[in-house]
């Protein structure tokens, strides 16, 4: 199984600030690798897939990048409802896994 | 619109079982791949179940040989039959949309609980 190690577990910021968060794979995922934001008592949200596209209504401040084993999701000016918790994603193996979760709190 | 709607979660005992529905409109259900994602409370995502468009199923080692994912094209519904239930199932059980490739979600119900406690 693919170990996805999400960092930091906390990321504290104030708005119109840019926010960089990290998804390390324990194996190569090639470009296999979803994020999304869950706010609380909401389901998951999709923001990008395969490293580096913007899933459809997604703001472009939204960015991706990354490829192999380490990757990055960019917010590049925080907008208050930005603030949530992140989770990265891999689809390169069965079985799918996620990352522990980034939080991002507002500072 | 895309909407998916789940339900049949509940207060079950230990060992106890469900059958968990997820109701799809708004797009071609037989298109597409569907899967069940899982949150205990206060955790991460757990990837549970996947079933792809010619109807081959995945499971997660944690619920292998307990659980049963099966879809109906028909009447447009995923489910997940949750047999042999711990402690540890626990869990809000989300249904989900693949947008392309099976293992990219792009729509997801409100989740449904389901609490395994005596």
């Known amino acids: 199984e693919i170990v996805l190690t999400q960092s930091p577990a906390t990321l504290s910021l104030s708005p119109g600030e840019r926010a960089t968060l990290s998804c390390r794979a324990s194996q190569s995922v090639s470009i296999y690798l979803a994020w999304y934001q869950q706010k609380p008592g909401q389901a998951p949200r999709l923001l990008i897939y395969?490293?580096?596209n913007r899933a459809t209504g997604i703001p472009a401040r939204f960015s991706g990048s990354g490829s192999g084993t380490d990757f990055t999701l960019t917010i590049s000016s925080l907008e208050p409802e930005d603030f949530a918790v992140f989770y990265c994603q891999q689809r390169s193996n069965w079985p799918y896994t996620f990352g522990q979760g980034t939080k991002l709190e507002i500072k | 619109e895309v909407q998916l709607l789940e339900s049949g979660g509940g207060l079950v005992q230990p060992g106890g079982s469900l059958r968990l529905s997820c109701a799809a409109s708004g797009f071609t259900f037989s298109g597409y791949a569907m899967s069940w994602v899982r949150q205990a409370p206060g955790k991460g995502l757990e990837w549970v179940s996947a079933?792809?468009?010619?109807?081959?199923?995945f499971y997660a080692d944690s619920v292998k040989g307990r659980f049963t994912i099966s879809r109906d094209n028909s009447k447009n519904t995923l489910y997940l039959q949750v047999s042999s239930l711990r402690a540890e199932d626990t869990a809000v059980y989300y249904c989900?949309?693949?947008?392309?490739?099976?293992?990219?979600?792009?729509?997801w119900g409100q989740g449904t609980l389901v609490t395994v406690s005596s």
């Open positions: 395969d490293a580096s």
């Open positions: 079933i792809n468009t010619g109807g081959s199923t």
């Open positions: 989900a949309k693949s947008i392309i490739a099976m293992g990219i979600l792009d729509y």
